[in-house]
């Protein structure tokens, strides 16, 4: 034989071998289809995990960034009137007229749908806009996207071959088209024009839009104004992004906690799937195949498993992405005005992450068993999966990590969470010695009531031995449990917290607005109504601290003073200023400290004498008595009054309508607006719950998998305890109470862990990502939901097996 036909000889043997070791290992899947689809499903729940939130930040980035990028006059200031007022066409044209081009006039109001629903109409020059893009701008029509559209919640028709139409609360019928224009954010589009044709009440502007500016025309268009108008510095684009940002972290370690618990129990599939890999490896060695075949039929079973991992996870995290985009889109658009469509559009990269994040899950799934079916270990012993802990080593790890969480400093948002990353590895690295002691007080306490039976002994006894098999499942379901018992108690703090402040807040018994020339008129009723107690008004303005925009409000009297909810208050100072703990935290200020600000040129200071929470406004805030204030600011905006009725009094709000003669959107009850913001609000925290879930669903079905797994391995102890005289009924009993015993120790250990996380949450975590923090406030709900829950998932995961030995005992 020649040398070509010996190597050709060679590789044809290679490649019958190859084909044989890859026929056996099908063979395997087929024998074992629930085994390995779980661990298929565990490495792609894995994959989808981090996929999901890779994709959601990526896409919600890029279209905020785009939406911004595409307003054609990016806002640098506004042009605000005094006393609630509106600022004249003649104040714009006056402006016109000395060179600011760069003005944009604005009209904002809101109006009632027929089914309740509030809308928000967003009024600007849109001449221009339809002439150079006719097909996403129409002058002489309403403007909605199709999102904004159907959230209203209204039946209607949008079809091209008609002109739709959206009947009002008050029978006003407004012509409507769709764009996909998003930059606007969740508002009614249209011309201003067209406004004032639907609405004659509607007149003047509400504002002026200025482009950005230089510092010398900055200060040629504030000498330019007129008295009564004001030159305000919105919240910029800058720092609402960089509010999105800590939003955008806290939902990464969210996702590599869910990739983390994704991989316990993809490991332990991995574990319970190739146990048996060395004994067949062992077998084909014997039969006289090359280790290197083995080993190429693991990698090509591995690049399989990458590619199917890589499939399901993105089908998996597409339909997630779908679901939690428009979420993300509403959260933005409500505390940062950041806009974006919320729909999900597929880019070739996300591919790529998810064939470089399965590629991951796979290598650290199945490193240990491609290390020991790739050793000449094989031809000699099978490796039997075991369930040894090291226990010194454990403990001594856990000891370790707890003193890097003691001196781990907590200054930025990236350090907090390695602090209290460093605390939840602690606790999953010490939670088999925690389950061994309390099964070994629980047995003592047992012993102790007088049941000493070998049977009750037993079950401690095996339970005990039973821990270092079951570790894997029992971690993941601990850290999905734990995080969801965290997030609730966050969100339980947020609702009780938010709702306190809505009650100080919203403490007056009806809010009235008024428009240009009305502010008199509303003084007067207010002045000569003897059923009114008190009344005060609401007026703020604007100062700088250093480089920051700072609201400034007044109070009038102690009542308002008192819906002021503070966090700390100085007994000291009896006459000073009050900041929000926006302010406090960025510019690290603390009570009875002094407070630099300005206006224009005017340089003022004062003490702190108190620092209160301001939910859900983002911006920096200074609040002072009105005595104080009115004398050193300047371009004060009223924006309502306050009326506190006398003690008895019944309160009709048509009836204070009418005798005001003011629309029925003028008059709030408090009742009324606290209906609205709780509604707003209820949705900030919607995809920290929704991903808390999935990680305990991801977690229960680990315990399911794993709890199916290890169970019909160790059949043969099962079917010795049968021998023993344990019925079928014992046998569950049994199994059961091992299992629900060490599920109720992970949920021991998890509520202690999850109350720190939760305090480090409220009081570190959200300063960094909402520029605000609250109290922590216990739930009993938030630990029983979710603890029950996964004890519950327990019932369906141990009556798999037992149902497989029945059918197989009966044989």
Known sequence: MTDSNAISFIRRVDRQELWLVLQTQMAEYNHHRLLHLGFIFSLAIATSTLLCILVLNHASKQQYNQANAQLTSPIGFYIVAEQGGRVSKSDFAHLRRQGFTHITPVLTFR?????????????????GLSISNPAQFNH????????????LDVDIDINPSVNPVLILADKTAIPIRLTTSEQWGRVALLDIALAWQLFPQQIDFSALMVAPLTAPQKQALEAALPAHLSLNEPWSYQERSGFADALHLNLMALAVLGFIVSMFIAFQAGEQAWHKRAELAMQLRLLGVALHTIK?????????LVLVASIVGVLIAVALVTVLLPLLGLTFSQLYSLNMSGHFAWQWQYALWALLISSVAVLLALA???????????TFSTSTLTGYLPRLVTLAGAVILLLLFSGWPSQSWYQIMVKYGLLLIASVVFLPHFLQGMLFLSGLCVKSFGFNSFWVNYIFQDASNQIGRRYLPLAAFYLALTTSIAAALMVHSF??????????????DLLIRYHHGQKQQVEDWLQNNNDIDEYTLHQHTWARVENDAVKVSSYQSPQQLSSLLLKSLSTKIKQGCFINEQLALKRQLAVEQLIHFRQGEMQYSCHIQGIYYEYGYPGFSLTLDSTQANPLFTGWVYSGFGVYFRSGTVIDKQAVSLA?????????????????????????????????????????????????????????DLYILCSLGYSKTELFVHMLLQWCLLAVGCVLLSWPIATILAHALVSQALPASFGWSMPLMFNVGSFAVSSIFGLLFLLPALGIPLFKLNLRSRR
């Not at 190429?296 to 399989?304: G, P, Q, R, S, V």
């Not at 240990?368 to 270990?377: D, L, N, Y």
């Not at 609702?495 to 007056?508: M, Y």
């Open 296 to 304: 190429i039929a693991m990698l090509l079973e591995a690049l399989f």
């Open 660 to 716: 005001l003669g003011l629309a029925d959107d003028q008059i709030y009850e408090p009742s009324q607006v606290k209906k609205i913001a709780l509604k707003v609000f209820a949705q900030t925290f919607v995809l920290t719950q929704l991903i808390a879930v999935i990680l305990l669903v991801i977690a229960c079905f680990g315990l399911f998998l794993s709890a199916n797994g290890l169970e019909l391995a160790r059949k043969a």
């Open 140 to 151: 002489q029509a309403v403007l909605f996207t199709k999102a904004h559209l159907a959230s």
């Open 495 to 508: 609702e009780g917290a938010f709702v306190r402040f809505l009650d100080q807040q919203l403490s007056a």
């Open 111 to 127: 109006k009632h749908l027929a089914n309740g629903e509030r809308l928000k109409f967003l009024a600007i020059d849109m001449l």
């Open 368 to 378: 240990k068993q491609f290390k020991r079916i790739s050793t000449a270990h094989v």
